[in-house]
């Protein structure tokens, strides 16, 4: 039914769909564990399978059950794309150097990794590229499917704007805003590129967030370092694959 419909409505409805989704996940598991981790582990049992299912209605060659296989994520290209986080990896270590010990988030960090893995890594992933990216290459080259999908992407994280309480938050959230919808295009790129091999995104989105957990953002040096290994890493993936792609024609 999605595939039939105008792009950005299918991309709207099919949004709204996943939001409440994964609301009503956490309703339902809440009561059921007190662990925070466990939450959204069973929160993200519930979620990722209708997630499957409307990707592999899409287009089944290249569903998420195949890509997201053990097999996929132990192959070499998995392996080989674990080089474009290196900057990143780099300028993280060197930010810490600019933040107070207090400031390092350590704390908690189970909890982190299930979330960020499963929720806004995997989840995410499904939503924007498994999903929203190939509907709109139904409809337009794949170039404007990936800036369309990244705005949606930027404009998810479009929240802490509404409750910051300082010109500052609210500032650093325009920024986080602009940032993935950058992330939401180099994403993109990874995952058409690497032939649709869902865990090369994953894992490059695990790292971006990565980020942002283990260094603060009270020192506007270290925010600059993590932004300089970021591009860097951006820079890195286009060199490397847009004209790759718009030699072989997947890029109009």
Known sequence: MLAKLNPWVSALLFLAGAII???????????LVDHEAAQLALAALVIIP???????????????????????????????SLKYSAP???CLVLAVFFHSSEDILIGGWVSYLVGNLLHS?????????STLLRLFERRYSFLRAAVFSGMLFGLMHLNKAFVAK??????????RVCVSC??????????????????????????????????????STGMLV?????????AWILSEHYRAMSVAGAIK
């Not at 997630?51 to 080989?80: M, N, Q």
């Not at 300082?166 to 920024?175: E, G, P, R």
Request: with cysteine; aromatic share 12%; net charge negative.
């Open 21 to 31: 989704l994964m609301d009503l996940s956490f309703l339902l598991v809440e009561p």
């Open 50 to 80: 209708p997630l499957l299912g409307i990707s592999y209605g899409l287009d089944a060659d290249s569903c998420p059950t195949k890509t997201l296989s053990l097999r996929s994520l132990l192959s070499v290209e998995t392996v080989k």
């Open 88 to 90: 990143m990896l780099v």
């Open 121 to 129: 890594c995997i989840i995410e992933e499904l939503i924007f590229r």
């Open 166 to 175: 300082t010109d500052a938050q609210f500032n650093f959230a325009l920024l």
């Open 182 to 219: 950058a992330s939401g295009v180099i994403l993109a790129v990874l995952y058409k590129a690497h032939r649709y091999n869902l865990w090369v995104p994953v894992i490059f989105h695990f790292v971006i967030n990565g980020i942002g957990f283990f260094g603060a953002s009270d020192s």
């Open 226 to 234: 993590h932004l300089t290994g970021m591009l860097v890493s951006f």
